[in-house]
């Protein structure tokens, strides 16, 4: 059987005590720019109250209409831990907010009249209130109420690079350092590069383990026409990565295939890994959670415990990038 270990080294649980692991803001190559003031919670409201999002269900087709508010609830719900602090909470509702605006914008998929869907693998997560009470139980009013004024306070912020809406994704965990958007899907995102997000090596999920016998391995790539030898131990061969240690090629059975390709056909939490043969199994060790592309959740919420605020948060990790208000 295919068995999952998340595995939490004592030295990153001794660093998450220790006060040395503070970062200083010089450190962290951030952008010290700050939103200029003046639009108060009774605005924010009253551009939210008359904006409407259509999501759709992709399970059932179905359309909901609602208002932003709304829907940016549901997709912190959906998408973040509510403990996280608020000013990482304010920076996923802006990047939510933009990924939704960006989306209506260039989405090529027929959606039948919505504006998105509620996927977190085609756009974002969406839950709707009878799935927020069913996950959060006796702490559903509090994390409602705690989101609630967190989307009050930045609801008409986005992102934009070039007067123009950024594709504003995010992940759960890096391996330390997020990536380039060209190495993992290719094209030019000249905002989604590479930066430093240290807290997440201080993750208790920061690392994971897979194993698989020589038949799921061979299950995982039963579509792929690879010859399996009787040397399981020289199936995996050459393996290339990018500057922050991303797989961005492995050669399994004289094929190459891109590392993000493997971390689908194997279900790995990330394109991070190393792959060890040993005592006829195949032991695969993964960092972080997610394409590592644009914003670590963990990192964002790491950075917010350190004292930054959402709009540093967001431009730590979206390189070049405006923070716009708009009028709903």
């Given at each position: 059987?295919?068995?999952?270990?998340?595995?939490?080294?004592?030295?990153?649980?001794?660093?998450?005590?220790?006060?040395?692991?503070?970062?200083?803001?010089?450190?962290?190559?951030?952008?010290?720019?700050?939103?200029?003031?003046?639009?108060?919670?009774?605005?924010?409201?009253?551009?939210?109250?008359?904006?409407?999002?259509?999501?759709?269900?992709?399970?059932?087709?179905?359309?909901?209409?609602?208002?932003?508010?709304?829907?940016?609830?549901?997709?912190?719900?959906?998408?973040?831990?509510?403990?996280?602090?608020?000013?990482?909470?304010?920076?996923?509702?802006?990047?939510?907010?933009?990924?939704?605006?960006?989306?209506?914008?260039?989405?090529?998929?027929?959606?039948?009249?919505?504006?998105?869907?509620?996927?977190?693998?085609?756009?974002?997560?969406?839950?709707?209130?009878?799935k927020q009470k069913e996950k959060w139980k006796d702490n559903y009013k509090a994390n409602k109420e705690k989101i609630e004024k967190c989307i009050d306070e930045v609801i008409n912020?986005?992102?934009?690079?070039?007067d123009e809406y950024i594709c504003a994704v995010f992940h759960a965990i890096s391996n330390g350092t997020t990536e380039n958007a060209t190495d993992v899907w290719g094209g030019s995102?000249?905002?989604?590069?590479?930066?430093?997000?240290?807290?997440?090596?201080?993750?208790?999920?920061?690392?994971?383990?897979?194993?698989?016998?020589?038949?799921?391995?061979?299950?995982?790539?039963?579509?792929?026409?690879?010859?399996?030898?009787?040397?399981?131990?020289?199936?995996?061969?050459?393996?290339?990565?990018?500057?922050?240690?991303?797989?961005?090629?492995?050669?399994?059975?004289?094929?190459?295939?891109?590392?993000?390709?493997?971390?689908?056909?194997?279900?790995?939490?990330?394109?991070?890994?190393?792959?060890?043969?040993?005592?006829?199994?195949?032991?695969?060790?993964?960092?972080?959670?997610?394409?590592?592309?644009?914003?670590?959740?963990?990192?964002?919420?790491?950075?917010?415990?350190?004292?930054?605020?959402?709009?540093?948060?967001?431009?730590?990790?979206?390189?070049?990038?405006?923070?716009?208000?708009?009028?709903?």
């Amino acid at each position: 059987m295919k068995t999952y270990t998340l595995i939490c080294f004592f030295l990153a649980l001794s660093l998450i005590l220790c006060p040395l692991v503070a970062v200083e803001k010089s450190s962290q190559v951030i952008s010290q720019e700050i939103i200029e003031e003046g639009m108060n919670d009774t605005e924010a409201t009253t551009n939210a109250d008359s904006t409407t999002v259509k999501v759709m269900s992709v399970a059932s087709d179905n359309i909901t209409e609602m208002s932003l508010k709304e829907y940016l609830l549901g997709v912190i719900a959906g998408e973040m831990n509510a403990s996280y602090h608020e000013e990482a909470i304010k920076a996923q509702i802006v990047t939510a907010h933009t990924l939704l605006l960006y989306t209506k914008e260039h989405n090529t998929k027929d959606l039948k009249g919505a504006d998105i869907t509620d996927s977190y693998a085609l756009h974002q997560a969406y839950i709707t209130p009878e799935k927020q009470k069913e996950k959060w139980k006796d702490n559903y009013k509090a994390n409602k109420e705690k989101i609630e004024k967190c989307i009050d306070e930045v609801i008409n912020l986005t992102l934009q690079y070039d007067d123009e809406y950024i594709c504003a994704v995010f992940h759960a965990i890096s391996n330390g350092t997020t990536e380039n958007a060209t190495d993992v899907w290719g094209g030019s995102y000249p905002y989604l590069v590479s930066v430093s997000s240290v807290g997440d090596k201080l993750s208790p999920a920061y690392q994971s383990q897979v194993t698989f016998d020589k038949n799921e391995f061979k299950e995982g790539f039963k579509d792929s026409e690879l010859n399996f030898n009787d040397k399981p131990e020289k199936w995996v061969e050459k393996i290339t990565r990018t500057d922050t240690g991303m797989v961005k090629s492995i050669t399994i059975c004289g094929k190459e295939f891109k590392g993000t390709d493997v971390r689908k056909m194997l279900d790995l939490r990330s394109s991070t890994f190393t792959c060890e043969f040993k005592d006829d199994e195949f032991v695969f060790t993964v960092n972080g959670y997610g394409h590592g592309v644009g914003m670590s959740q963990y990192g964002a919420n790491y950075m917010a415990q350190q004292g930054y605020k959402y709009d540093e948060i967001l431009k730590h990790y979206y390189k070049g990038v405006d923070i716009v208000e708009i009028q709903g």
